[in-house]
Every structure is written in C-alpha cells, then in structure tokens.
C-alpha cells in the first residue's frame, strides 16, 4: 500500500478503533482477497457473515449489472411495483416457516433490528423489550439498546439514555423465562449468539423461550442477521430448532455482498404498519432494486448448488482438523460459525498478528477475546479447508 492512501484513509475514513488492520484490498475472489502486491488472504470472516456464495461470484455480480442498467432507485419504498423485491420476498416466504411471509426490506442490520422493535411495540400496545445477555444487534440507539452487555455497562453508558422499559436476561436460563411478562412487548433473542462467541442453546430453552412468550402475549423475534441464509447449516437457524418467531430480522448474507436486511413476519402483525398510524415504518432506500437482485442471485445459488447441505460437514471438518491442537481449549460451532477458543487474550493478540503475517483474515467477537473466528464463505472447498488449517495450525503453534 502506498503511504499516501495509508495516510489519507486514517486522515479521512472516520475511525472505529485505535488499530485498524490496515491491509489494502486491491480485489477479492471466492474465499480470498487479494492485496496490490498480490498477496492472498484467506478470507475467513466473510466481511462478517456476509460473503456466503464467495467474493465475486459471477452469478451475483451478473444479476447487479443487468439489474442496475434496467434501473436502480426510483422511488421510495413501498409505492412502486419492482420486480427484485417481489421475486425475492416471495421466494424468502416459502423458504421460511409458514407464518413468516411478509416481507419489509431494509439497509442494514440495525435497522431490521429497529423495525421489528417499532412493529412489536405497536403490535402489542406494550413497551417492554426484553433481549439476552452478551447479545449485539446493531450500533443504532434502539438496537444498542438491546445490546445486553456481559458485565456493567462499559458498552452504553456513554451514550445514554437510550430506550427505556428494557432488560436483559440470561440466554439459557430457564429460571429467567419467569422475568417475561404480560408487560412484555417482545423478546429478542439470537438462536445461536454470535458477538458472544458462538453460544448455541440448550436443549429445549428455545422451545421453552417460544412457549413461554405464546402464554403472556409477547411477541419472539429471532435475529437470524448472522447465522441466517445457511451459516448453522439450515437456510435459517430457527429451522434446526424447530421454533418459529412472529418475527425474524435479517441482513448480512441476505444481500449477497450488496446492503440488504429484512424483517418478516406474518401479513396480520406486519399490516399495523399502515394505519394508526399511517407509514408507520418507512424508507428510502430499503429494498434497492439491485440489493435485491444481488441477494435474490445469491439465494438461487444457495439453493441451486445445494451449498446449505454441505455446511454442517465443512464446519465439523474445521473442527475435527483443529481439536486436538494444544493451544486449543474448545471449539463451538454452529454450521460454519466457528469460535476457536485460547482461554487468553493476550494469546489471541498474538494469534491475530501472526494470522496477518501468514495471510489468515479472523478476528475475535465483539464480548468474547479469547476465541478466534472461523466464517468463512459457505462455498469453501474441503482442500482450501485443509489448507486454511495447515497456515492456522502453523500459528497456534507459535503461541
Ligand atoms: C446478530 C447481529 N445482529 C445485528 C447486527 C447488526 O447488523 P449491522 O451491522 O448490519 O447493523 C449484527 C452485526 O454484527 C449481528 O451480528
């Protein structure tokens, strides 16, 4: 990288923390990007779960250029009839379990985040929400909000207020299911917490969380942004639990590398959205045209190349491959969402450098330092598998 870029992006790109990574990327392919020099890095954080059909794949990047020389934005959401939107809501709606089959269109994450809060607060006509411990589901007031912070509240208490009448509760505690009440508007609950470190949960609290929201009238969202379209090994997680939100917001993947989220929920609950009052929820961008192409592309090549199916067997490789390294206290998996736990930070700092040396793109999670991350494009092959273990096997071997 030059000196000049290297100066201006930390002049001029706004700053998320003291130490970026710093490493240009010139362009990226399949599981790898690719520096100016030429030099390859595994790719395994998929930009954060987002990257599952590969960089650059061709029937997505085909679907962006034909979609955005017919037309990109025209109008707000909601008003004009496109094409994008509709094939793709339809095609989600049968994907998804029956009940789920309205479709609102966002930009992001947090804003799918915030939508279903809005929807279930009116909803209801409550104004409790109710999230997890050591969950993350945006940076937004109302999704920071919800962000239930492991200990104290080093995360928030810069930026307070945020929203009131919220809590957290421990994922996993049955004891805390009691904390949900007829007060309550929603709980929001990740099926698998990802920025907590891949917390998958246990038998029956799923079933148990969903049993008890149905009794006092609250509404279940499941924040699938993550682990939805096909990183637990099911298109959608809640599918490997067998329990069905009255909302699930997505994002992430659901783009196919383009800026898309959703959240779904049935045609009854979503309608409050259009009176009392009217425009309850809009946007100008949500649902761009070629967002939706990309993302439609991308979950017609999920589907059509049975990439899903082979999602299990490819993070249980991982795992196999590096279990019995010394260096390696635990590994939780969920699909191909991997924490590779060191039990040490400072163990982990060291890994992250040496990763960058050997060219490994990981990175650790948001409430957890002491394990690395392993996400990486669904459409990985079992040889690069080996290979990308082989390089990280080198380096654990250097702590
Ligand atoms: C589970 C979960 N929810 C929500 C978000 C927020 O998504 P975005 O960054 O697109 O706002 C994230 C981002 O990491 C996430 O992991």
């Given at each position: 990288m030059s000196e000049i870029l290297r100066k201006q992006f930390l002049r001029h790109i706004a700053q998320t923390s003291p130490s970026p990574q710093l490493i240009e990327v010139a362009r990226a392919e399949g599981v790898f990007f690719y520096t100016p020099e030429g030099k390859p890095y595994y790719d395994l954080i998929?930009?954060?779960?987002?990257?599952?059909?590969?960089?650059?794949?061709?029937?997505?990047?085909?679907?962006?250029?034909?979609?955005?020389?017919?037309?990109?934005?025209?109008?707000?959401?909601?008003?004009?009839?496109?094409?994008?939107?509709?094939?793709?809501?339809?095609?989600?709606?049968?994907?998804?379990?029956?009940?789920?089959?309205?479709?609102?269109?966002?930009?992001?994450?947090?804003?799918?985040?915030?939508?279903?809060?809005?929807?279930?607060?009116?909803?209801?006509?409550?104004?409790?929400?109710?999230?997890?411990?050591?969950a993350y589901h945006g940076s937004t007031h109302g999704a920071m909000s919800m962000m239930g912070t492991p200990e104290g509240e080093e995360w928030k208490s810069a930026f307070r207020p945020l929203l009131p009448?919220?809590?957290?509760?421990r994922f996993n505690s049955f004891d805390d299911l009691a904390l949900i009440t007829e007060r309550t508007a929603c709980v929001?609950?990740?099926?698998?917490?990802?920025?907590?470190?891949?917390?998958?949960?246990?038998e029956g609290y799923l079933q148990a969380l969903r049993q008890r929201c149905s009794e006092v009238g609250a509404l279940l969202i499941f924040d699938e942004i993550q682990v939805g379209m096909g990183r637990s090994g099911a298109m959608f997680a809640m599918q490997k639990y067998g329990v069905t939100p009255d909302i699930v917001c997505l994002a992430k993947a659901l783009g196919g590398g383009m800026p898309l989220s959703a959240f779904v929920s049935s045609q009854e609950i979503m309608n409050t959205l259009t009176h009392n009052p009217v425009l309850g929820h809009?946007?100008?961008?949500?649902?761009?045209?070629?967002?939706?192409?990309?993302?439609?592309?991308?979950?017609?090549?999920?589907?059509?190349?049975?990439?899903?199916?082979?999602?299990?067997?490819?993070?249980?490789l991982y795992e196999e491959l590096l279990a019995d390294h010394p260096a390696v206290r635990e590994i939780r998996r969920s699909g191909l969402l991997l924490a590779v736990e060191l039990g040490d930070s400072a163990k982990l700092y060291k890994i992250?450098?040496?990763?960058?040396?050997?060219?490994?793109?990981?990175?650790?999670?948001?409430?957890?330092?002491?394990?690395?991350?392993?996400?990486?494009?669904?459409?990985?092959?079992?040889?690069?598998?080996?290979?990308?273990?082989?390089?990280?096997?080198?380096?654990?071997?250097?702590?």
């Amino acid at each position: 990288m030059s000196e000049i870029l290297r100066k201006q992006f930390l002049r001029h790109i706004a700053q998320t923390s003291p130490s970026p990574q710093l490493i240009e990327v010139a362009r990226a392919e399949g599981v790898f990007f690719y520096t100016p020099e030429g030099k390859p890095y595994y790719d395994l954080i998929s930009g954060v779960s987002v990257s599952n059909v590969g960089h650059a794949n061709p029937i997505v990047v085909e679907a962006v250029q034909r979609q955005a020389a017919e037309y990109m934005h025209v109008m707000v959401y909601g008003e004009l009839v496109e094409r994008p939107q509709v094939e793709y809501a339809r095609r989600l709606a049968e994907a998804l379990p029956e009940g789920l089959d309205s479709v609102y269109f966002l930009n992001s994450g947090a804003e799918a985040v915030e939508g279903a809060l809005k929807l279930a607060k009116r909803y209801t006509a409550r104004t409790e929400m109710i999230s997890m411990r050591e969950a993350y589901h945006g940076s937004t007031h109302g999704a920071m909000s919800m962000m239930g912070t492991p200990e104290g509240e080093e995360w928030k208490s810069a930026f307070r207020p945020l929203l009131p009448d919220t809590k957290a509760i421990r994922f996993n505690s049955f004891d805390d299911l009691a904390l949900i009440t007829e007060r309550t508007a929603c709980v929001l609950c990740e099926p698998v917490q990802g920025e907590a470190g891949v917390r998958l949960p246990v038998e029956g609290y799923l079933q148990a969380l969903r049993q008890r929201c149905s009794e006092v009238g609250a509404l279940l969202i499941f924040d699938e942004i993550q682990v939805g379209m096909g990183r637990s090994g099911a298109m959608f997680a809640m599918q490997k639990y067998g329990v069905t939100p009255d909302i699930v917001c997505l994002a992430k993947a659901l783009g196919g590398g383009m800026p898309l989220s959703a959240f779904v929920s049935s045609q009854e609950i979503m309608n409050t959205l259009t009176h009392n009052p009217v425009l309850g929820h809009i946007t100008t961008f949500g649902g761009h045209p070629v967002c939706c192409a990309a993302g439609l592309a991308a979950m017609k090549y999920l589907q059509n190349n049975h990439i899903v199916e082979e999602v299990e067997r490819k993070g249980a490789l991982y795992e196999e491959l590096l279990a019995d390294h010394p260096a390696v206290r635990e590994i939780r998996r969920s699909g191909l969402l991997l924490a590779v736990e060191l039990g040490d930070s400072a163990k982990l700092y060291k890994i992250m450098d040496l990763f960058i040396e050997e060219g490994i793109l990981s990175d650790w999670f948001l409430f957890c330092d002491t394990a690395f991350r392993i996400s990486p494009p669904l459409v990985i092959s079992d040889s690069e598998i080996r290979d990308s273990v082989k390089i990280i096997r080198r380096c654990l071997d250097k702590l």
